[in-house]
């Protein structure tokens, strides 16, 4: 089990740029797949990105494409989100999560048993 805690959220204007971090705990955090959701007001967690224990996969939201980014970081035990080009509708509460390497790609908020307490994002235009 991954005890993750988010980081970098906060108060951003339409077009401009945010990167949020999730650190882990846990030996293994290079077994697991960590995915972003977010969850803005009155609807449902929605996927955003995930990326593979490795690194060497990534996988994105439609709606996120060619904006946001994921990476991480196996030795500091980092998962990333570079955000650019923000726009209102990005405007949720932004969570980490974490599940160990079983299927690829993984974007249904089922499949990760491992959540952060998330972190607010708010775009104003």
């Known amino acids: 089990q991954a005890e993750l805690e988010e980081h970098g959220g906060g108060l951003v204007q339409a077009g401009g740029s945010l990167k949020l971090s999730c650190a882990a705990s846990?030996?293994?955090?290079?077994?697991?797949?960590m995915g972003w959701f977010r969850q803005a007001p009155g609807k449902e967690r929605e996927f955003v990105a995930a990326i593979s224990w490795s690194g060497r996969l990534t996988y994105y939201a439609d709606s996120v494409k060619g904006r946001l980014t994921i990476s991480r970081d196996n030795a500091k035990n980092t998962v990333s989100l570079q955000m650019n080009s923000l726009k209102s509708e990005d405007t949720a509460v932004y969570y980490c999560?974490?599940?160990?390497?079983?299927?690829?790609?993984?974007?249904?908020?089922?499949?990760?048993?491992?959540w952060g307490q998330g972190t607010q994002v708010t775009v104003s235009s």
């Open positions: 846990g030996r293994l955090f290079g077994n697991y797949d």
């Open positions: 999560a974490a599940k160990y390497s079983r299927t690829w790609p993984s974007t249904s908020i089922y499949e990760y048993p491992d």
